[in-house]
């Protein structure tokens, strides 16, 4: 069976783009959360795979992190915040699905192309990793634009840290240090959002991000 | 030796930079950091000089600082040693009379840290022997010169001068990375040493000139690039003018020197023509704009301005002379510009010394606000005379041996083979004549009108001498100008290694010349003798007072007083820096200021008295500085509207440039 190590990390990493595709079209807060924690735990698995096939057991390590903080710590906390502030469930955004669909469609094919020619010298596991790593950084990013939501924000900038981590494992011989600075610094992030989401609450009594700007005197 | 020597020395500047900032508001602060930076800058000298006179095996050492693959490297040969001589010369002298003159000062606090870290950049500039050294410490000069320039910045002026020097000085340094940047290539050997092997086509030749043309020229002052500099000089207190205009420009000229004649290699015909033409224009730009200006201080800074003209003539014509391999005539161009940068430390350091202390006596730097100074100060009065003979080349003082020595070079230009030079060259020698003229004009106005007639003002009236120290700095300088002047050959047989590092030829030895005479080429061609004139001058004056006192007669006579040429009492009848000025602003103005003059008459019967606009416009600012400031302003004032966009159109602009560039990646590739 020499393929099943391609398949397999393949099939994760397909599986984190295919559910980066699904944080796309949500359009309600709870179920972004659930699917983000989905995207944590298929992430999870990638990373463990990756273990596994590169004999790396300091990765497994990344896993558990991934697992822990990204699939239930965070997203818990997310909800939570939801609940505490009680904001409404739609999330408003700024562009419709379809054309949001056809966008991030374009950037997969994209980000195949760049990375599929410019890696011509790594092993077929790295490529296609990076590949799919850089298709859900740039989904991750599409998110964040298309929403006008603080928290669903939050979340497309967590994605596109969980599409950094495909990458940085997918790659043979990254130390672990760059994990944890990843995992710490998404927590970090976390934090320092959350905080600023209760400040923007306390003081405009929403979480929409639009307040800020009318509050800076500009029209959309 | 001589160069731990001097690195010590640096490094007690520094610390007293460091002593200044604490002790700065109290009143040990100034006689503290100002005796300190004297010591150290004389000791500095003194090892300057042993090294340039002992012409040793040029010292060199590599500190682990800076660039952890490169260090800092330091090295004083011979170039650099007679660089280190007019610095700590020039500082000394500063420090000397800035015992005296610092004590006025109002703001203390914002003078003390930054003078002797000024003084320190400056030696550091010419000991450094790598690239990034030579940056990082012509920047650290910049920026400490900067501070002590805005010293003052209550004054919207100085404020003013401070941002135009700040802009021009970060341009100019941001053109000499680039230019040594192309002297590296693409191996990025940035030890001078390394440079000086490497070999370079044309276009990186002609790239990298125009960058230092436009880095160092900026720096000294080269028309157009002059425009931060009579604004920034006289803005600082007097000692650090003295020190900018008389030191720092010629750390510019350095590093012109360092780049252009030794890290280039060859020269080629054409960097001499451009040199060439540059410096004739600043040349007489300079002493023009110097001519119309009525602030004693921005008059000298101006005038700095055609001295640095001078010294590229000499520059330039070096460039010539090595480039056709006439080493004789090129040596005695490059002699005879460092000659000149020499003597104009000397004497602009002398003179601003000068405006330093009129400026302390009277609170004044308007000339049409002064007059009769002679009377009231008499000692600084006759030092400043002597800055002002020697400034405008009158024998027997030194000024006149470097232009001498100049048009010596200029002379040689016949037979250079190639035909442009040798008609631009000619062209530029007029040019540097009439300049010679104007500047003597320039300074019988500028003395004339601050020092003889009778005061303008109460403040003239009440002036009185100056202090100790700032005398003796002062006649210190004016005694080194008449030595220079009287014994040229010593100096110019002190500058040999210089030209024959950078030349391979040197001008023949001048002290075993009879009765001191100084012989460029040869005794056929032309020679001169500064003592024989000086004694000529001495003898002829002494026979004519005592002709006059023996043989006039003794008789008593009675008649009407004379009126000096003004009957009418009142001292704002005399003669103005504005009427002195206005044939020549007549003859110059219309074509390089754009001079227009207009007369307003009231009306018949009206009482008002007529009056006369003359209307000046800076054209070097109207054609090239004015466009760029607007199309500047433009450019921000379009980018200004991103500067109030909403986070999601942030994020979005951040998102298509990432797409956009990975999309290039993808045609691309």
């Not at chain 2, 690195?7 to 200044?20: D, W």
């Not at chain 2, 800058?41 to 600082?65: D, K, M, R």
């Not at chain 2, 290539?185 to 000139?209: C, D, K, S």
């Not at chain 2, 004739?280 to 200006?293: C, E, K, P, R, S």
Request: hydrophobic residues 55%; positive net charge; glycine residues 8%.
């Amino acid at each position: 069976m020499p393929n099943l190590e391609f398949d397999t990390a393949h099939l994760l990493a397909g599986g984190l783009v295919l559910v980066s595709f699904v944080l796309l079209y949500q359009d309600r807060l709870t179920s972004l959360l659930n699917i983000y924690a989905v995207h944590a735990l298929v992430l999870a698995l990638s990373v463990a795979w990756q273990a596994n096939i590169q004999d790396a057991p300091h990765l497994y390590v990344t896993a558990a992190l991934a697992l822990g903080f990204k699939a239930i710590v965070i997203p818990v906390a997310l909800r939570r915040i939801v609940a505490r502030l009680g904001i409404h469930r739609e999330i408003e955004t700024v562009v419709g699905i379809g054309p949001t669909m056809l966008c991030g469609m374009a950037l997969v094919a994209l980000s195949m192309v760049v990375m599929l020619r410019v890696t011509t010298e790594a092993t077929p596991i790295a490529r296609e990793d990076l590949a799919f790593a850089l298709a859900v950084v740039l989904l991750g990013l599409l998110i964040m634009v298309t929403r006008r939501n603080a928290v669903g924000q939050v979340v497309g900038f967590m994605s596109l840290e969980n599409g950094l981590v495909l990458a940085a494992t997918g790659a043979r011989g990254m130390p672990l240090v760059v994990e944890i600075s990843a995992a710490f610094s998404i927590l970090i992030a976390f934090i320092v959002i959350g905080i600023f989401l209760f400040r923007i609450r306390e003081r405009f009594d929403t979480v929409d991000i639009g307040a800020l700007d009318q509050f800076r005197g500009e029209r959309r | 030796m001589s160069l731990v020597v001097v690195l010590a020395c640096v490094g007690v500047l520094l610390v007293a930079s460091v002593l200044g900032i604490g002790t700065a508001r109290t009143r040990a602060g100034t006689p503290l950091v100002y005796g300190v930076s004297l010591a150290a800058c004389t000791v500095a000298l003194v090892a300057a000089l042993g090294q340039l006179l002992s012409n040793a095996a040029a010292p060199a050492l590599v500190l682990p600082l800076a660039l952890p693959w490169l260090g800092a490297h330091f090295r004083i040969d011979a170039l650099a040693a007679f660089f280190l001589v007019v610095v700590d010369l020039g500082g000394s002298a500063a420090s000397l009379y800035a015992l005296g003159y610092g004590t006025h000062e109002s703001a203390p606090q914002r003078v003390l840290p930054f003078y002797p870290a000024f003084l320190a950049g400056m030696n550091l500039v010419v000991l450094a022997d790598d690239a990034f050294t030579f940056l990082l410490c012509w920047e650290f000069m910049s920026l400490t010169s900067w501070a002590l320039v805005m010293s003052h910045h209550r004054d919207a002026d100085n404020r003013r001068a401070g941002y135009i020097y700040l802009v021009m000085a970060s341009f100019g340094t941001f053109a000499l990375m680039l230019a040594f940047g192309l002297l590296a290539g693409p191996t990025g050997g940035y030890a001078f040493e390394v440079m000086r092997t490497g070999q370079h086509g044309p276009l990186i030749a002609a790239l990298v000139l125009t960058l230092v043309l436009l880095g160092a020229g900026s720096k000294a002052g080269l028309v157009p690039l002059h425009v931060w500099l009579p604004l920034a000089h006289p803005a600082a207190p007097s000692h650090v003018s003295a020190l900018m205009s008389g030191v720092m420009t010629k750390v510019a000229v350095y590093g012109f020197i360092r780049i252009v004649l030794d890290l280039l290699g060859t020269p080629s015909w054409w960097s001499s023509m451009a040199v060439l033409t540059l410096a004739g224009i600043t040349t007489v730009m300079g002493v023009l704009y110097a001519l119309m200006q009525h602030d004693l201080k921005r008059l000298l800074a101006y005038h700095t301005v055609e001295n640095i003209g001078i010294v590229f003539i000499g520059l330039g014509l070096a460039l010539g002379f090595k480039a056709y391999a006439m080493p004789l005539a090129a040596a005695l161009a490059l002699t005879a510009a460092l000659f000149h940068v020499f003597n104009h430390s000397l004497f602009k350091s002398l003179l601003f010394f000068g405006a330093g202390s009129v400026l302390t006596a009277t609170g004044e730097r308007d000339m049409e606000r002064l007059g009769g100074l002679i009377h009231r100060m008499p000692l600084a009065a006759f030092a400043f005379l002597v800055g002002c003979a020697a400034i405008s080349a009158l024998p027997p003082l030194n000024g006149f041996v470097s232009e001498w020595l100049t048009f010596q070079a200029i002379l040689l230009s016949p037979a250079v083979p190639q035909w442009g030079l040798k008609i631009l060259v000619p062209g530029v020698g007029a040019l540097l004549a009439l300049s010679a003229a104007l500047a003597a004009a320039c300074f019988v106005k500028a003395y004339g009108v601050t020092f003889l007639g009778r005061p303008r003002t109460p403040v003239a009236e009440k002036a009185t001498e100056t202090d100790r120290f700032s005398l003796v700095a002062m006649f210190t300088l004016a005694a080194l100008c008449l030595l220079a002047g009287i014994l040229p050959g010593f100096v110019i047989d002190a500058l040999a290694p210089v030209s024959q590092a950078l030349i391979g030829s040197r001008v023949p030895v001048q002290a075993s010349d009879p009765w001191l005479t100084i012989v460029p080429i040869a005794a056929s061609r032309s020679s001169y003798d500064g003592l024989l004139v000086f004694v000529f001058i001495g003898l002829a004056g002494l026979t004519t007072a005592m002709a006059i006192h023996r043989f006039a007669s003794h008789a008593l006579r009675r008649s009407a007083a004379w009126d000096c040429g003004f009957p009418d009492p009142s001292p704002a009848t005399q003669y103005t820096a504005a009427s002195f000025a206005q044939p020549i602003r007549r003859v110059y103005g219309t074509l390089a200021f754009r001079a227009r003059e207009r007369v307003e008459m009231p009306p018949p019967g009206d009482a008002r008295p007529a009056v006369l606009h003359v209307s000046l416009r800076d054209l070097v600012w109207d054609w090239f500085y004015a466009p760029v400031e607007g199309a500047v302003a433009t450019a921000a004032g379009r980018l200004n509207q991103f500067q109030f966009l909403t986070i999601r159109k942030y994020l979005s602009l951040v998102f298509a440039l990432l797409v956009i560039l990975l999309l290039v990646l993808a045609i691309w590739l």
